[in-house]
């Protein structure tokens, strides 16, 4: 009988032993998360990122980012700065992430990435409605038209890859313009490109009505998803908690709720610019 009770003792000083140690580790892990600090850099880029005059960020993709880091419980900071900047930054610093950032070929070895914040979203080629508007069924018939892109854009790097030529089918911007207003004011412009997400809120920033724009063409060779991506030296157990959480805010219907709720607002940025990065 003695031996009994002596071996059930030790099963439950085993037991309290074991419950002890693992919520040892649960609290170091936890405190773990929160003595990590990322730094979010990002640009404005309405509706993704809005800036204030007030330098206040919000928009569609600061919710997103800002809810997938609480989910994961680490300390961030989030600043916004001009695109080369924050890109720098990131390309530079540890613990430095970035966003609204295309993932394309020339930039994959450069980061780590974490995963789309928007999901499918192509480049759609954009014209007026009018009389005899072109229709294009190929994207090699545009060529036999002219589309305004913004130099060194995803959407100019990719009608490059198309076999558009500068000067001949692309008229290049080399500085900030609002390409809406160049379709509505330049009438030798016939189509510029945008996705589905911002052209609601090019319009509006440029005074027009998005019912005086048609859907022409979209290309689904030209994607114009948006990730989030980290500098290379960012551990990768903090890389891959960033991955999980954001893979969460994609399945459990918060990012269906959050771009709802965008494409409902007015946009209330002053800069009349949306560049597709």
């Known amino acids: 009988m003695l031996c009994s009770h002596i071996t059930m003792f030790k099963t439950v000083y085993h037991w ?5 140690l693992l919520a040892t580790l649960l609290s170091h892990q936890a405190l773990a998360n929160t003595h990590t600090e990322l730094f979010l ?3 404005h880029l309405p509706p993704y990122q809005v800036v204030n005059e ?3 960020i919000s928009g569609f993709a600061v919710d997103i980012v800002r809810e997938v880091i609480n989910r994961t419980g680490y300390e961030y900071q989030l600043h916004a700065y001009s695109w080369l900047r924050s890109y720098n930054l990131t390309l530079q610093k540890p613990n430095h992430c970035i966003f609204s950032i295309a993932r394309i070929p ?4 450069h980061f780590k990435w974490i995963g789309q914040i928007t999901e499918t979203n192509n480049a759609v080629l954009w014209g007026l409605k009018k009389p005899n508007a072109p ?3 190929d994207i090699n018939q545009a060529k036999n038209y002219i589309t305004a892109v913004n130099k060194n854009d995803v959407t100019h790097l990719g009608l490059l ?3 558009f030529m500068e000067n001949k089918h692309l008229y290049v911007l080399e500085h900030t313009k609002s390409l809406i207003n160049l379709l509505s004011t330049r009438p030798e412009i016939d189509f510029i490109v945008a996705d589905d997400i911002t052209i609601g809120y090019r319009a509006k920033l440029a005074g027009v009505d998005i019912d005086a724009l048609e859907r022409v063409y979209e290309m689904k060779d030209l994607p114009l998803n948006f990730y989030l991506a980290c500098n290379k030296q960012t551990e990768s157990s903090v890389v891959n908690t960033l991955k999980k959480s954001l893979q969460s805010v994609h399945n459990d219907g918060f990012y269906q709720q959050t771009l709802s709720q965008w494409q409902d607002k007015m946009v209330n940025a002053k800069s009349p610019e949306i560049s597709n990065n």
């Open 16 to 20: 309290l032993r074991s419950g002890c």
């Open 41 to 43: 850099v990002t640009e």
């Open 54 to 56: 007030n330098h206040q």
């Open 106 to 109: 020339i930039r994959e070895e």
């Open 135 to 137: 229709k294009i069924t």
């Open 161 to 163: 890859k198309h076999g």
